[in-house]
């Protein structure tokens, strides 16, 4: 049987072979980001049937992440070993495998565990994409590859949270995980028609077990340490033991990549200013977004009390937008510094986080949906460009290093945002219950005037003035939890923005690394 390769695809579809490989990895990228979407606005609906708190909530959307960025590293050594085709199919079956277990869990442990599978399959899809774009695309075009490339990719999120509302309204959460699998079955059909088998000549190089089992420890000890901080206490025996062994996994991953011959990470790409300062972009380009993704619909169901359904029409104005303005930004990204258009996105995403301080539930839905749109304008100039940019000070031998190394940034960049905001979050939240309930004094007419009005109402009820008494005090703690909960959320948008602003930095210094040349082989 005669192996495909690019260029014989090429011969045997003619130019449109470039659009047929683009439309067939957005389909793996497409079944990632909707599942990932629709999860997150049934994540409150999850809790509830299992009767699990915030943080093991968030656990289901950190496993998903720590497992996508895991094995982002492990596609480079996939694609050498098996073949972009093989790698491809095999991740999409990987996923479907997932999405069934996690739509018949029965057990909160379960679901996650199924999040970890898609996230595991989603994180060899997503660098194999803009490998395989990078690879069918002229240097001239990929911008403007990336930029429609973009525009499956922002469809998913601007549909997912509506699909996945409606969903969960009509039937329930189960029915979220039960999408994807559609996409990956068109998916891994075009995938057999459309993608190479393994280019690389000679034996397959042995790999990075040791590197792989490092990563995972440093991942998992970090973010279950993170997640649970809050739970068992910061100074607590476990979380200093699961915290340092994150820490001591971390540094002895970058001494073995350093030393061995097969690195699961090639360190050699960081000697590039340009794309050592991509990855920074990168990283805070990922901890903005997934922690914004993350925090929008939980915020807006549990404190302005937004149906799942309309928390996803919430979103959906701005996913549309993005899908517009995807192709013009990928498009510029050719004719323009890459700097120039990342400093501006995150200018204006941080821009529209730091406005995100004065909601409150008289804010109307028209008002948010600007905002949260305002925000997508700036993330849709930064994604081209930081793609385009940090491959361009590299050869072409370390396309598929960079490919993954750059995604792999993005996704440990989100990792670590989901996982510290849930935390700052969590505590700002205590910080203004308490401050708030220091306030609650008797010479507090406010306080003394709701409590004598709630008090009333009980009474007309017919309660006994010690329950009315009681109810009345109780009404009072809700008020107090809610408007701290509230307060919380503005300071973490506030935060993101300031995350946002400070990734100007590495974008100057992509500008600055244009002067260089291109590294060596």
């Not at 503005?490 to 930095?505: E, K, L, P, S, W």
Request: glycine residues 12%; neutral net charge.
């Amino acid at each position: 049987m005669t192996l495909r390769t690019t260029e014989s695809l090429f011969e045997q579809y003619g130019p449109s072979y470039k659009w047929l490989a683009t439309m067939t990895v957005v389909m793996g990228t497409l079944a990632s980001a909707l599942s990932t979407t629709m999860v997150n606005v049934a994540i409150p609906d999850i809790m509830g049937t299992f009767g699990v708190g915030q943080d093991q909530g968030q656990w289901m959307s950190t496993a998903f992440i720590a497992a996508n960025t895991a094995t982002m590293l492990v596609n480079a050594w996939c694609v050498h070993a098996f073949g972009q085709r093989n790698t491809y199919v095999w991740a999409m079956g990987l996923f479907i495998a997932g999405s069934l277990i996690g739509g018949f869990g029965n057990h909160i442990d379960v679901l996650t565990f199924a999040r970890i599978m898609q996230g595991a399959a989603a994180g060899l899809l997503a660098p194999l994409a803009m490998f395989t774009m990078f690879r069918v695309f002229p240097d001239d075009q990929r911008g403007k590859a990336m930029g429609y490339y973009g525009i499956g990719v922002i469809l998913a999120p601007a549909f997912g949270p509506v699909i996945g509302g409606i969903l969960v309204d009509v039937f329930n959460w189960r029915a979220t995980f039960f999408v994807a699998p559609i996409f990956c079955i068109f998916g891994m059909v075009c995938g057999m028609l459309f993608l190479p088998d393994r280019e690389d000549t000679g034996p397959v190089r042995a790999f990075d077990w040791l590197g792989l089992a490092l990563l995972g420890v440093f991942l998992s000890a970090t973010l279950i340490g993170l997640t649970n901080g809050q739970r068992f206490g910061w100074g607590s025996d476990y979380i200093l033991t699961l915290l340092f062994t994150g820490a001591a996994s971390a540094v002895a991953f970058v001494l073995w990549e350093l030393y061995t011959d097969n690195a699961l990470l090639e360190l050699r790409v960081f000697k590039s200013l340009g794309f050592t300062a991509a990855s920074g972009v990168s990283f805070i380009y990922g901890a903005g977004l997934l922690g914004s993704t993350y925090l929008i619909p939980l915020f807006v169901q549990t404190t302005l009390g937004y149906s799942p359904t309309l928390a996803g029409l919430l979103l959906m104005p701005a996913g549309l937008l993005m899908s517009f303005l995807f192709p013009l930004a990928g498009f510029a990204s050719d004719k323009i510094a890459a700097h120039i258009p990342i400093i501006i996105g995150f200018i204006i995403f941080g821009g529209s986080c730091v406005v995100l301080f004065d909601v409150d539930v008289s804010t109307t839905f028209l008002l948010l949906a600007f905002y949260i749109a305002l925000g997508r304008i700036g993330l849709t100039l930064i994604m081209p460009s930081v793609s385009v940019g940090a491959v361009s000070s590299l050869p072409p031998s370390m396309l598929g290093q960079a490919s993954g190394v750059v995604n792999f940034m993005r996704q440990l960049g989100g990792s670590f945002g989901v996982n510290l905001i849930s935390v700052y979050l969590a505590t700002r939240i205590g910080f203004h219950s308490d401050h708030l309930a220091s306030t609650q004094l008797p010479d507090n007419s406010s306080t003394t005037s709701l409590l004598s009005t709630i008090k009333g109402l009980y009474g007309q009820m017919g309660l006994p003035d010690s329950a009315a008494a009681a109810g009345s005090f109780h009404f009072l703690g809700k008020v107090i939890y809610a408007k701290a909960t509230l307060f919380g959320f503005r300071d973490a948008f506030v935060v993101i923005g300031i995350v946002f602003f400070i990734g100007i930095i590495p974008a100057l210094m992509m500008g600055y690394s244009r002067k260089k040349p291109v590294m060596p082989e």
